[in-house]
């Protein structure tokens, strides 16, 4: 796996998640870089 920083953070190091979305008609986290997500809050 990628680069975890805990079991509980679904996301990447320095990566946050933003809500969720679809893909492969499966629900999966949101993961934005944290710079991304800072500007959109």
């Known amino acids: 796996m ?3 920083k805990d ?4 996301c990447w190091k320095n990566y ?3 809500g ?3 893909k ?3 629900k ?3 993961c934005v ?3 991304t997500a ?3 809050k």
């Open 28 to 30: 999966v986290p949101n």
């Open 2 to 4: 990628a680069d975890k």
């Open 33 to 35: 870089p944290k710079k």
């Open 7 to 10: 079991d509980k953070d679904p």
């Open 20 to 22: 969720m979305k679809t």
């Open 38 to 40: 800072d500007k959109k």
């Open 24 to 26: 492969n008609g499966k």
């Open 16 to 18: 946050e998640q933003v």
